[in-house]
């Protein structure tokens, strides 16, 4: 009975040192692996490595200055800590670059001029996300409130999808001729 109770004792010291190993590690900024898996994240590489996320296993998330990145591997995590302004600053153009082409506005989401209309756009990085501005002027007022503005910008890219569908109706009714605004009106036999 004495053993039994050594091993529970035992069982419940070594439960209870993993939850604060487990809690010291998230405090540190690290995330498990299932985390990496379920977040949307726009970059296809390691922001340290260059590597293939996913290459080397199940991408490892790391949160630094308030934003996560995902890895290639834990041990990317210290050359990322020592040096964090530059890989931050590599992880921002890496979203710029990736986001670029499918951003949905042609104008400043907070002043509404047109992008170039100052020069040329200026853009950030926001979490995670690519926003692009008319001007650096714009910027305070986008930190001001950047879920106002995040809103406008998925609300554009909601009706861009929506025209980009409406504009490319399925192959089979451009096939039967008709009108590719609408959908075709029911027919009585097929190939009407």
């Avoid at 296809?44 to 990145?69: F, I, N």
């Avoid at 989401?109 to 200026?122: E, N, Y």
Wanted: aromatic content about 6%; hydrophobic content about 35%.
């Amino acid at each position: 009975m004495k053993n039994y109770r050594k091993i529970i004792s035992g069982l419940a010291i070594c439960t209870a040192l993993t939850g604060v190993a487990l809690a010291d590690a998230k405090q540190a900024g690290h995330t498990d692996k299932a985390e990496a898996k379920e977040t949307t994240y726009p970059v296809a590489t390691c922001v340290v490595s260059g590597q293939k996320l996913g290459s080397m296993g199940e991408p490892y998330a790391h949160e630094l200055e308030g934003r996560k990145v995902f890895l290639c591997c834990a041990g990317c995590v210290n050359r990322l800590e020592g040096d964090p302004e530059n890989y931050l600053e590599k992880y921002d153009k890496l979203v710029v670059k990736h986001q670029k082409a499918s951003y949905p506005l042609d104008t400043c989401v907070v002043s509404g001029q047109a992008l170039d209309a100052m020069g040329g756009p200026v853009d950030i990085v926001h979490g995670d996300r690519l926003v692009r501005l008319c001007c650096a002027g714009c910027e305070n007022g986008f930190n001001r409130n950047p879920d106002r503005y995040l809103e406008k910008i998925d609300h554009a890219a909601a009706e861009q999808a929506k025209a980009k569908s409406h504009n490319n109706p399925p192959v089979a009714w451009k096939q039967r001729g008709h009108d590719h605004h609408k959908p075709p009106a029911a027919a009585c036999c097929p190939g009407h």
